[in-house]
T-cell receptor, first 109, second 116 residues
Framework: GIQVEQSPPDLILQEGANSTLRCNFS?????LQWFHQNPWGQLINLFY???GTKQNGRLSATTVATERYSLLYISSSQTTDSGVYFC???????????FGQGTELSVKP | GAVVSQHPSRVICKSGTSVKIECRSL??????MFWYRQFPKKSLMLMAT?????????EQGVEKDKFLINHASLTLSTLTVTSAHPEDSSFYIC????????????FGPGTRLTVT
């Protein structure tokens, strides 16, 4: 089945810095989503991005489907950006998402 | 929006009892819902796919008699942990996808189960 790998596993930033999180997937996908898991466990939808580029405020994402990777950009990071970021992908009409192992981001004041 | 709720958010039960967790899509219809399990500091692991009006599809290694799933309507799926044991303690999260349109999934806030 599809495999999803994220890097880096951990990232420590100073407030105001920019960062790039990467997600590699092993097969063609019809769904690629980025999430932020808050301290209470809720998964917040950041982007639904099986291909192309999207931006939402300080966050943007790009998926290059032909090369099987997606990138999440965080600019001017804030302490509230801390938490775990997951990407997840699915490749069939059943729709089940396979999650990467996550990137734990810590933004220091 | 696309809101998914779960109830209860937190439950503590004794070993040997059963616990039911509800997952509802509040403002859209969902033919398919999914149940995940997450251990501390780990990623989400898919347990099963819940289809409205038919039997759930379980992932390899997930005991279907232990984790009973019912998808009675287009807005409600339930997960029942039967004869719970301490090793079933975990964070359970459901998700739902709209019946039409994109494949985007929306997640509930999760249920933290502690079995004593």
């Amino acid at each position: 089945g599809i495999q999803v790998e994220q890097s880096p596993p951990d990232l420590i930033l100073q407030e105001g810095a920019n960062s790039t999180l990467r997600c590699n997937f092993s097969d063609s996908v019809n769904n690629l989503q980025w999430f932020h898991q808050n301290p209470w466990g809720q998964l917040i939808n950041l982007f639904y991005i099986p291909s192309g580029t999207k931006q939402n405020g300080r966050l943007s994402a790009t998926t290059v489907a032909t090369e099987r990777y997606s990138l999440l950009y965080i600019s001017s990071s804030q302490t509230t950006d801390s938490g775990v970021y997951f990407c997840a992908a699915s490749y069939n009409q059943g729709g089940k998402l396979i999650f990467g192992q996550g990137t734990e981001l810590s933004v220091k004041p | 929006g696309a809101v998914v709720s779960q109830h209860p958010s937190r439950v503590i039960c004794k070993s040997g009892t059963s616990v039911k967790i509800e997952c509802r899509s509040l403002d859209f219809q969902a033919t398919t819902m999914f149940w995940y399990r997450q251990f501390p500091k780990k990623s989400l692991m898919l347990m099963a796919t819940s289809n409205e009006g038919s039997k759930a599809t379980y992932e390899q290694g997930v005991e279907k008699d232990k984790f009973l799933i019912n998808h009675a309507s287009l807005t409600l799926s339930t997960l029942t942990v039967t004869s719970a044991h301490p090793e079933d303690s975990s964070f359970y999260i459901c998700s739902a996808a709209r019946t039409s349109g994109s494949y985007e999934q929306y997640f509930g806030p999760g249920t933290r189960l502690t079995v004593t």
